[in-house]
């Protein structure tokens, strides 16, 4: 597959990206390189990323738990202290072999270690490869609200290798293709229906459409890489999905929900929405409501749910003013942003979400 280049930074495929990683790391002569790893990617990941690296370089290989809540500043204190206890200098590189979670901390902390440090990202979810890894938002969240602390900065490369999705639970792989599927309902029509239509799919086609993936995403953060208009399409489904999220987080008689597992259910509240305020065909939410549940788990939203997910909604990241603003579509393909839903509505979305199970 043919890289992709962003306006800093490529992303590099498969076996042609490890050729790149070791020219890159050979061309800047660094000091010391630092491995991030969750506990699973340490198991799992690791020694395969390890051949393929060819360096006299010293490795340190730092670890931290694996899971969104471990997604916190106390383990970026953690990585930090690793850091200098490890003799990592302004010339170091961290290289973040992981998840979302990972390369989102990883990128936080390697942007702040000593005022900045060099980082690439090497994503082994597919959320990760698709989402997490490109487009430069690193950080963490506040207890369990998403991402309130972090800076817009991109590594300087991003290494995908489809093979470590050999090593994921479906589950896994369903979250990632949330993110996926919210990239053809925000832009291309053809490519949702191709990712509906699973069981046709080869591992030929997933690379493809996770190559196709990423182009999208490229294209819409390098348009608008600091998120004031355009980039704003990338949270159609997440304004309500994260609120979800966090939701089932926080709450003790809730089973965890995946991100993608939220950002779903959060696509088919949204899809609602948009036909009631912007005229969305009620062909096409059927369609998708229809396509989505057919890969996604149930998830129980009880009426006792409803004022603790739209009370969460206040700490989304795009509300402006006071203002909790949407993203919602138009048609596929053409989503509008900065709209404002009353609480009302959105406990409609509810009902039609649990309705259509």
Known sequence: MNSIVANTYAIHFNDKAYNELNR???QHKFSKIFILVDTN????????????LETPIAIEVIEIEAGEPYKTIDTCVGVWNALSELGADRKSIMLNLGGGVVTDLGGFVACTFKRGIKYINIPTSLLAMVDASVGGKTG???GALKNQVGVISSGDMVIVDTSYLNTLPQNQMKSGLAEMLKHGLIRDRTYFDRLTNLSQL??????ALIHESVEIKKIVVTNDPLEVGER???NFGHTLGHAIESHFLSHPDKDELLHGEAIAVGMILECFISAELLSFPQRDLEYITKAINSIYKP???ENSDYDAIIDLLK????????NINFVLLEEIGKPKIDCLVDNELI??????YSNSL
Not at 41 to 52: A, D, G, N, Q
């Open 140 to 142: 963490v969240d506040l």
């Open 315 to 322: 700490y989304d990241k795009k509300n402006e003013h006071g």
């Open 202 to 207: 080869t591992l030929n086609d997933l690379d």
């Open 299 to 301: 998830v129980s939203i």
């Open 232 to 234: 704003k399409h990338l």
């Open 24 to 26: 890159y790391i050979e």
């Open 347 to 352: 406990i409609k979305s509810f009902e039609y």
């Open 41 to 52: 990617t340490h198991e799992h990941c690791l020694s395969k990323f390890m051949s393929r």
